[in-house]
């Protein structure tokens, strides 16, 4: 009789695991129950990211690796494929015209960037570097061969917003990422260095 009512913990404890378990995947692919299960997410630095985040910098040196991912992708075994693009990231207050060849542009009005980046992809993940150090070399790569006007004073934060869209277009995921230049040269003012 005792060995009965053991079994019977140990199967009300194996359905209890199995209910917080799905629990637990639901609240991952919902985002926190704050919509549907997704099928489609991307992975950056290690964490998944099912429909936006951002903080994200990139550099000439330091591309940003990102992984594509189905959720139900490993029952089928099939690489389904994904588009990417980059597009400003409207904040408010933050637009700001330049000039390409004295012509004037708007910085929000730019429909997609991805010209001025190196996209490599792979089967599952890609990386993106910028062109350049700067937003002024990204729109020289777009504008190949013209003159472009100086943009640096416009800088603000999560520039750039990186949109990975699913193969059949249903899902995307956006990343808003800045561009960190490279350190040109470094002056000491007066003073004394302890080693």
């Known amino acids: 009789m005792a060995k009965k009512g053991i079994w019977k913990f140990i199967s009300y404890l194996l359905v209890l695991l199995v209910v917080v378990a799905v629990i637990g995947f639901l609240a991952h692919f919902t985002d926190g129950f704050k919509g549907d299960v997704r ?16 903080g994200y910098e990139i550099s000439e040196t330091e591309p940003l690796e990102v992984g ?25 207050g933050k637009n700001f015209d330049f000039t390409v060849n004295g012509e004037t542009y708007s910085f929000f009005a730019e429909k997609d960037l991805a010209a001025g980046f190196d996209v490599e992809k792979g089967e599952k993940t890609f990386t993106i570097t910028p062109k350049g150090g700067t937003v002024t070399d990204v729109l020289k790569s777009i504008y190949a061969g013209k003159a472009v006007s100086d943009c640096e004073p416009y800088v603000y934060e999560d520039m ?36």
């Open 68 to 92: 594509v991912k189905y959720t139900f992708g490993f029952l089928s075994g099939e690489t389904k494929g994904y588009s990417v693009k980059v597009m400003p990231n409207k904040v408010e």
């Open 160 to 195: 750039f917003t990186l949109i990975v869209t699913s193969a059949g277009g249903e899902s995307v995921v956006k990343l808003d990422f800045n561009i960190t230049g490279v350190v040109q040269d470094v002056t000491f003012d007066k003073g004394v260095m302890v080693f």
């Open 39 to 54: 099928t489609f997410y991307v992975t950056v630095n290690g964490k998944d990211v099912m429909t936006s985040a951002g």
